[in-house]
């Protein structure tokens, strides 16, 4: 019997949030990191795990653990909340304060439609997962 490969190929790569633009969200912030080094000097992001509750290729909910926030919103919504809970909302763009500058990556309010979707989310979670 064939053992699976426990490793992961590092060139695979992992997601970026802004993969998933108008999906609904449940992020779980796990860790707030301050002065990462990248390719456009130091910034801080907020770690989190991510489940992608709409808008997948599949149709099915998909998860994503340790995806980091760099955007500067999205850091201010989810750093209050590291440890203690989920943050839940639909990934969307506010309009730029500057003339030339990017639109800024925020989570939008979730309507109750959206809440409903992901109580039935975690409610199929297998706790012993």
Known sequence: MADKDPFSDP???????????????????????????????????????LAVLDGTESGEPETHDSVMLFQGVLIGQTKGKVNKGMVLGRLG?????????????????????????ARDYLAKLDPFD
């Not at 790569?13 to 130091?42: M, N, Q």
């Not at 990017?102 to 979707?117: F, R």
């Open 11 to 49: 060139s695979e790569g992992g997601v970026k949030v802004t993969d998933f633009h108008k999906s609904l969200l449940l992020l779980t912030p796990t860790d707030y990191r301050e002065g990462i080094t990248t390719a456009f000097g130091e910034k801080d992001a907020v770690v989190v795990d």
């Open 93 to 117: 763009q506010r309009p730029a304060s500057k003339p030339g500058q990017n639109p800024a990556w925020a989570l939008e309010d979730p309507s109750d439609a959206d809440k409903q979707v």
